[in-house]
């Protein structure tokens, strides 16, 4: 088995011909969809983007809580320190 069979999988021309007819089926059910190749590059990049958009929506949303918490927490830490300190 050369390196390129082990490679691809398969023979070359299996391969190959392998490739031809999913493309032709992908063609042809994207032409049945009116989908151009230019709409999934679009599609993809707009899954990303809202990926984007959702992770730093969730991180001010963390950071909000955080500080909220911690309007709370801190002075009352500082509170019980102070009180144990004089002892």
Do not use: E, H, Q
Request: charged share 15%; hydrophobic share 60%; no cysteine.
């Amino acid at each position: 088995m050369s390196a390129l069979t082990r490679f691809l999988g398969d023979t070359p021309g299996r391969v190959l011909l392998k490739l031809v007819v999913v493309s032709f089926i992908a063609g042809l059910v994207m032409s049945a969809f009116g989908w151009s190749p230019m709409d999934v590059v679009y599609g993809i990049r707009d899954f990303f983007l809202r990926i984007w958009n959702m992770g730093f929506a969730a991180l001010d949303t963390f950071i909000g809580y955080f500080l909220l918490g911690a309007a709370v927490v801190v002075p009352a830490f500082l509170i019980l320190r102070l009180m144990s300190y004089r002892r």
